[in-house]
């Protein structure tokens, strides 16, 4: 349905072109007429947060494993083949606690939680960093499809079971030295005694435990009852690295139905295809300085 033709890409900045400007109170008055609204959120949101994975915050939190491997950023060092698990959790339990059990730096996501508060909304995410429940978001609302930092799984797996880790990475965090966690805390499968890993979609060994399932069937039956309404979707900070998840169906989803809206704002991705140019609205810009525009006189 669509090609590389066929799209639109914005490039103004906001605070220097008045159509764009023009664009944020158009935004405002789709979120206040919409019947429903389905967020949809990807890296570029938690990044506008300030959730970033290289610069300061890496080199703030990981000095000793930048100086031992020249890692660049938080996200490749991940990948890293560590010689033990005591190293490998080392890593991964800071990595987990500043991600996840540790507040996002700028308040993006209660900004937008504040705009969408009193609709009736639901998120469909591929971050898995929990910012969204932390901001006030019904989790009954919330679908994350890529996994979550804060949950464990068999590595194998040899079940479809995940596990609350929270406990034990923050005693990791807190007994950890010379770039290694007391062997005591390497967390085992209970079933088969395989070493357990992160809940993260990262190739076919991932778990879609029951909550996932139910978040999933949560989602599918709220598209399927507003399918006809005036909804809108509003994605943020989505790029191009998994679009099948949110961009294309929600690209699919406006073109069927001549109600509803599609509205990204995405730091220098954002863009549409011209199918549904005029039911879109695009805002090349910093998600953050933008729901703060949308929040105000928002009580």
Same mark, same amino acid.
């Given at each position: ?5 066929? #799209?639109?890409?914005? &490039?103004? *900045? ?19 007429? @919409? ?18 994975? =290289?610069?300061?915050?890496?080199? $703030? ?15 490749? @060092? ?18 987990? +606690?500043?991600?996840?059990?540790? $507040? !996002?730096?700028? =308040? ?17 995410? &591929? ?7 932390? @901001?006030?978001?019904?989790?009954? %609302?919330?679908?994350? #499809? ?13 079940? $479809? ?40 979609? !990262? ?6 435990? *029951?909550?996932?399932?139910?978040? !999933?069937?949560?989602?599918?039956? +709220?598209?399927?009852?507003? %399918? ?12 191009? $690295? ?11 989803? &406006? ?5 509803? @809206? ?36 928002? =009580?």
């Amino acid at each position: 349905m669509y090609s590389k033709k066929a #799209t639109m890409k914005y &490039t103004n *900045s906001y605070w220097g072109n008045a159509k764009a400007r023009h664009s944020v109170e158009k935004v405002k008055e789709k979120i206040e007429s @919409a019947d429903a609204i389905v967020i949809g959120a990807g890296a570029g949101l938690s990044t506008s947060a300030g959730f970033t994975y =290289s610069g300061k915050r890496f080199e $703030n939190n990981f000095p000793d494993f930048i100086e031992k491997y020249g890692f660049k950023d938080m996200y490749s @060092a991940g990948f890293y083949p560590y010689k033990s698990l005591e190293e490998h959790w080392a890593y991964w339990s800071r990595y987990i +606690f500043i991600n996840r059990y540790q $507040n !996002a730096p700028k =308040s993006v996501y209660n900004d937008l939680y504040k705009l969408v508060r009193d609709k009736d909304y639901f998120v469909l995410t &591929t971050n898995v960093d929990h910012c969204f429940q932390k @901001a006030g978001f019904d989790k009954h %609302r919330l679908f994350y #499809t890529q996994g979550d930092y804060g949950l464990w799984q068999c590595s194998k797996p040899c079940h $479809n079971k995940t596990y609350n880790n929270e406990t034990i990475i923050r005693k990791m965090v807190a007994e950890q030295e010379n770039m290694r966690i007391p062997s005591e805390l390497i967390p085992y499968c209970p079933i088969c005694g395989a070493p357990m890993s992160m809940n993260l979609r !990262a190739d076919n060994t991932f778990v879609e435990d *029951s909550g996932w399932h139910m978040a !999933a069937e949560r989602y599918q039956n +709220f598209i399927y009852q507003h %399918r006809e309404l005036k909804i809108l979707y509003l994605e943020l900070g989505v790029g191009g $690295n998994t679009p099948g998840i949110i961009k294309y169906p929600f690209w699919q989803m &406006t073109y069927n139905n001549p109600s509803a @809206a599609y509205v990204c704002i995405n730091l220098s991705e954002a863009y549409i295809p011209a199918e549904i140019k005029e039911q879109s609205i695009c805002i090349n810009d910093d998600i953050g300085d933008i729901l703060k525009q949308l929040a105000v006189n928002i =009580s």
